[in-house]
């Protein structure tokens, strides 16, 4: 996966902003103004890119067992957050996969106005 199909990929999700609220090196894209991926795209500039998403305390278990490349949020909760190495041993499909669950996870968080406010929402 590349910088631009991970972004692209954010983005398409309903009522998804993107920000740059810690410096300039840290993309975060938000759902009704809750985090649900961030990345250092330095890091993908230097052939290293992972991403921070939200997860299922018990399925991130699972994923950090099975998957060398799925480690504890870096900087993030441990217990709600992965970090998860791009092109590495993680297929593209599964990256997509836990950027939906991340997603899925902060919307069902949102207050029921706001979530009908952005299911409302063209994309």
């Not at 297929?91 to 952005?118: G, M, P, R």
Request: net charge negative; proline share 3%.
């Amino acid at each position: 996966m590349n910088l631009e199909t991970y972004y692209e990929y954010c983005l398409s999700k309903k009522g998804v902003t993107e920000h740059f609220p810690f410096d300039e090196d840290t993309l975060v894209f938000k759902v009704g103004g809750k985090m649900f991926a961030l990345s250092s795209l330095s890091q993908w500039e230097k052939g290293q890119p992972s991403v921070n998403l939200k997860c299922d305390p018990e399925r991130a278990e699972e994923l950090r067992a099975e998957y060398d490349d799925i480690q504890p949020g870096f900087h993030m909760s441990k217990t709600h957050w992965n970090t998860i190495a791009v092109n590495a041993s993680v297929s593209d499909a599964l990256v997509k996969e836990l950027i939906d669950h991340s997603y899925e996870l902060v919307f069902k968080s949102l207050t029921k106005k706001l979530q009908n406010e952005i299911q409302e929402l063209e994309n």
